[in-house]
């Protein structure tokens, strides 16, 4: 078997860093690590990551299409706002095409996917109940609030893999770091936790019984409830 040229080790290997520096950067700005507005100077990040500015400089491209940072001519990057009210909405108008697709054809994903989403239901439950365990007037802690965001996002894309279209799939996950960012910026407390727990349940439910049209307007009420919270919230 022959061995690649060495150009193209060499082109494998820099995609390879680039997406561990693109992974890395990203991590950082979901969790919070760098707040929205702060600049976000590419030779200061290559110091931090030790690795060159060029990584930096190609995964930042990236994440700009990606909504999490925008660039500024001749100043560099900076960690994007918050959604503005209009752009919720905007998101939500998208999220409500991709994601009743794809409950009201997860009832075509058999029992195996029932099963999943149940588990996913499941790990989605226990980390509300951590949510509201955790609650105080100082808010929830990072961990506990990360897991739940982790969690509350598996259900819905088990929804995706349970319909088996690779598009919506991909769909879903283009959006998938504006709607995390969503999430960090409208956590509320027990109220909302609960209500999302038992929104979902009506969902594997409507799955459950392979009761497609069920589904998709049981996703619908949850994504418009989910909206007119996460608006609210920003209201405050």
Known sequence: MSSLP????????????????YDLILEMLLTGEVEPGARLSIDSMARLLDVSPTPVREAMVQLERTGLVTREALRGYRVAPPLAPEELEQLFDARLVIETAAAGGAVRGGAAAVTALRAAHAGHVDAAEAV??????AGVPLEVTKAYFAADGEFHRQLFLANG?????????????????MRQAVMGGPDDVREA?????????????????AAVA????????????SLRDTDR
């Open 6 to 21: 060495l150009g193209r080790v060499v082109e494998i290997e820099r995609r390879g860093l680039r997406d561990r520096v």
């Open 132 to 137: 509201i365990a955790a609650h105080d007037d």
């Open 165 to 181: 279209n690779h598009y919506l799939l991909e769909m879903h996950d283009g959006l998938g770091a504006l709607t995390h960012r």
């Open 197 to 213: 727990v038992a929104e979902h349940e009506t969902i594997l439910d409507a799955v459950e019984r392979g009761d497609a049209e």
């Open 218 to 229: 049981c996703m619908r009420a949850h994504l418009e409830k989910v909206r007119a919270r």
